[in-house]
């Protein structure tokens, strides 16, 4: 018969951590007008900007060996 495993005692990072001091609702202006970190996803590409990474991407497709598909 395999031995039952011991029981350990609870982690402490299982317990609740103590909440901060700081709550959101003292500077609210802050959240809404304070420097935002950009996010380079969704930056807009502006009109007449070129890519030429992707220049002719997706015009013309090597054809594929194998059988064609019906």
């Not at 402490?12 to 996803?41: C, L, T, V, W, Y």
């Not at 590409?45 to 060996?65: C, F, I, L, N, Y």
Request: no cysteine; glycine share 8%; aromatic share 2%.
């Amino acid at each position: 018969m395999p031995r039952k495993p011991e029981v350990l005692p609870p982690s402490m990072f299982a317990e609740p951590s103590e909440p901060g001091d700081h709550k959101p609702s003292d500077n609210p202006r802050a959240q809404e007008a304070g420097q935002q970190e950009e996010n380079p996803q969704a930056v807009l590409k502006v009109a007449g900007e070129d890519r030429p990474e992707s220049q002719g991407a997706g015009k013309e497709r090597a054809p594929t060996k194998g059988k064609a598909k019906l």
